[in-house]
T-cell receptor, first 114, second 110 residues
Framework: EAEVAQSPRYKITEKSQAVAFWCDPISGHATLYWYRQILGQGPELLVQ????????DSQLPKDRFSAERLKGVDSTLKIQPAELGDSAMYLCASSLSRTQETQYFGPGTRLLVL | SQQGEEDPQALSIQEGENATMNCSYK?????LQWYRQNSGRGLVHLIL?????REKHSGRLRVTLDTSKKSSSLLITASRAADTASYFC??????????FGEGTQLTVNP
């Protein structure tokens, strides 16, 4: 069964350092999402791509976060510089299209900022 | 920020019992979805109910939706230890955007 892949699974970094997360969605899925999940809370959408275009980044802290999906397939989420409050699980999800409601989630990257 | 609430925040039951989780929301929706998350893992889609539907079943899962009260419930019947997880409702509004609740932590004791 096809799955969303994410790497790394765990990342420990010091504040002010740069970190990057990678996501490979299910093959053929045009829509890709990045979520942040703070421990004990539900996921919160950071950015949504349709193919290579950003369609929603209203909740992305653009002073330090950036996301790209250059060829409309895999995607990278970057934080520079990392802050203590960025410690969280970063989840990637994909769906066949914007009108296909079910989202398929990857295993996530757990980030700890020291 | 997240809109809506889920209750209870935590639920502990014995194997074989039924588990009911509730979700309330504030804005109009296209559909409402329920997801499960095992500890430290990604979310798994369980069931979707559209705004014009009132009840939906999938195996041991039963979901109801009351748009007049802006609330939904998830019932898991004959629970098993493997059902232990966090359960989230997610409201879909415009542009396929999902807004998740805080979740209910379900523990099923053997």
């Amino acid at each position: 069964e096809a799955e969303v892949a994410q790497s790394p699974r765990y990342k420990i970094t010091e504040k002010s350092q740069a970190v990057a997360f990678w996501c490979d969605p299910i093959s053929g899925h045009a829509t890709l999402y990045w979520y942040r999940q703070i421990l004990g809370q539900g996921p919160e959408l950071l950015v949504q791509f349709q193919d290579e275009s950003v369609v929603d980044d209203s909740q992305l802290p653009k002073d330090r976060f950036s996301a790209e999906r250059l060829k409309g397939v895999d995607s990278t989420l970057k934080i520079q510089p990392a802050e203590l409050g960025d410690s969280a699980m970063y989840l990637c999800a994909s769906s066949l299209s914007r009108t296909q409601e079910t989202q398929y989630f990857g295993p996530g990257t757990r980030l700890l900022v020291l | 920020s997240q809109q809506g609430e889920e209750d209870p925040q935590a639920l502990s039951i014995q194997e074989g019992e039924n588990a009911t989780m509730n979700c309330s929301y504030k804005t109009s929706i296209n559909n409402l979805q329920w997801y499960r998350q095992n500890s430290g893992r990604g979310l798994v889609h369980l069931i979707l109910i559209r705004s014009n539907e009132r009840e939906k079943h999938s195996g041991r899962l039963r979901v109801t939706l009351d748009t007049s009260k802006k609330s939904s419930s998830l019932l898991i019947t004959a629970s098993r230890a493997a059902d232990t997880a966090s359960y989230f409702c997610a409201r879909e509004t415009s542009g396929s955007r999902l807004t998740f609740g805080e979740g209910t932590q379900l523990t099923v004791n053997p």
